[in-house]
């Protein structure tokens, strides 16, 4: 609803005043990269993300544990062309003009609204440090809830979603062990080639113990430190999400998370 309120132009400025990466403003970015218009949330996105929460809860109703914490689809509908229109020329004002023609064309498409319940206040992982009993009931919470999505065939990343971010990031996953923003989960048996369920493991792993080291503390300023301690949470979201779907999973996880399998080996091709 952004583009709704008194200050979008404000934040807009925010936006195209600062970089992430050293290359694009983060204006830029979520155009040229994320392929997103900047405060906006296009009205294919809100289609397909509710559609993909719908199917997961569905899904999960089967397995008699307790409703996810993940959001509930209430309502998505798509906004006024005018406001579209608006949007876009603002954004346009503080875009590079060879991306004017793209803001144009992401526009076109429309602006949605996506309404979903969540069980809390959906706080993000990424501005949040916790240690002790706190951190390790969101630890829990984050893999206990990547184990629940592998076993009913739904895998929380894949390649498509490098660049443009996963349930399981510290910018999406929350911190009373949660996740939101669904969009980058895909049904396994969407996946044709045994390669690309192989990166999207272990990209679920990669992203599991990155949001845990940014939770606990390990913000990487001693590089050797840093570097054991991500092998070592690494190790252990593999060896729980490993007992948690040798049974009850798709068959074709069996390779990744079977008992003879090396977890080190596993985790330096990982690297």
């Given at each position: 609803m952004e583009p709704f309120v008194s200050?979008?132009?404000?934040?807009?400025?925010?936006m195209a005043s600062y970089s992430t990466d050293g290359r694009l403003s983060n204006l830029e970015h979520l155009i040229e990269v994320e392929h997103k218009l900047p405060?906006?949330?296009l009205f294919d996105e809100a289609a397909a993300e509710a559609s993909i929460a719908a199917a997961i809860h569905k899904r999960l109703a089967d397995d008699g544990g307790p409703l996810a914490r993940l959001p509930l689809p209430i309502f998505c509908g798509r906004l006024p062309d005018a406001l579209a229109e608006t949007a876009a020329r603002a954004i346009s004002a503080r875009a590079s003009p060879r991306l004017w023609r793209k803001i144009e064309r992401l526009a076109a498409a429309g602006l949605?609204?996506?309404?979903?319940?969540?069980?809390?206040?959906?706080?993000?992982?990424?501005?949040?440090?916790a240690n002790g009993q706190a951190g390790t009931a969101m630890c829990d919470g984050w893999i206990g809830l990547?184990?629940?999505?592998l076993r009913a065939g739904f895998l929380p990343t894949t390649a498509r979603s490098f660049g443009r971010g996963q349930c399981c990031d510290p910018q999406n996953a929350v911190v009373d062990g949660g996740f939101a923003d669904l969009d980058s989960v895909v049904p396994i048996a969407q996946i044709g080639a045994q390669q690309d369920l192989f990166v999207a493991v272990h990209a679920t792993i990669r992203e599991l113990a990155a949001t845990i080291l940014h939770v606990l503390g390990s913000d990487g300023s001693a590089a050797a430190a840093f570097g054991e301690n991500r092998r070592m949470i690494r190790q252990v979201v593999w060896q729980r999400l490993a007992q948690a779907c040798r049974e009850h999973a798709d068959s074709r996880l069996t390779p990744f998370f079977?008992?003879?399998?090396s977890v080190s080996s596993m985790v330096q091709s990982m690297e």
């Open positions: 200050d979008f132009a404000a934040a807009l400025d925010r405060g906006c949330l949605g609204v996506y309404v979903y319940w969540y069980p809390s206040v959906p706080l993000r992982a990424w501005s949040c440090r990547a184990a629940r999505l079977d008992a003879g399998h």
